[in-house]
């Protein structure tokens, strides 16, 4: 069965409509997408790698996906990382750090909710899904920059380097 989204307007608000993942959206069409940065107590942020089989093979990221219909920022947030890492996040630890246009190499049809969550995790706890992920590590900041600039971490063209993104925790 095909994946469905919610299509939303400019400023994230759902049209009614449902737009079938993979066909091309129009203009003035947009999809809610969100990507999850979990920070433990030390400071550092719990990546994954990407499976061999999906795009960007091998690639570390933080946890993100699509919503789907009917679903919004925050279900969709702890879906992904309960879907990719076997982890249940606690709603109360999490907030959205930025919420921007994503544009990709057409098109920009992309609403991005950046979440981080302050929250521990066990790595011995992770469960990953073949589909998805790989692997797993807790990295710091300079980690994640260096990662960035050996092109082994995708940004998904959000930011530049991490400092930058999480520049908004200050702001907000």
């Not at 570390?60 to 679903?71: I, L, Q, R």
Request: proline share 3%; hydrophobic share 35%; with cysteine.
């Amino acid at each position: 069965m095909a994946e469905l989204w919610d299509i939303l307007d400019e400023k994230g608000s759902a049209t009614g409509r449902l737009h079938e993942r993979g066909k091309p959206m129009d203009k003035s069409e947009y999809h809610l997408e969100v990507y999850v940065l979990i920070e433990n107590d030390k400071g550092e942020y719990l990546i994954s790698q990407r499976s061999p089989n999906k795009s960007l093979p091998n690639m570390w990221e933080c946890t993100g996906g699509n919503a789907v219909a009917g679903d919004d920022s925050l279900t969709t947030a702890l879906k992904e990382v309960k879907e990719e890492l076997g982890i249940t996040l606690e709603p109360q630890n999490g907030r959205i750090i930025q919420h921007r246009l994503r544009c990709g190499t057409a098109e920009c049809n992309g609403l991005v909710d950046v979440w981080l969550f302050r929250q521990n995790v066990d790595l011995s706890a992770i469960i990953l899904a073949p589909d998805e992920t790989c692997n797993a590590m807790w990295a710091s900041r300079d980690k994640l920059n260096h990662m960035i600039d050996e092109g082994v971490f995708t940004t998904w063209g959000l930011y530049t380097y991490i400092d930058e993104l999480l520049e908004e925790i200050k702001m907000n």
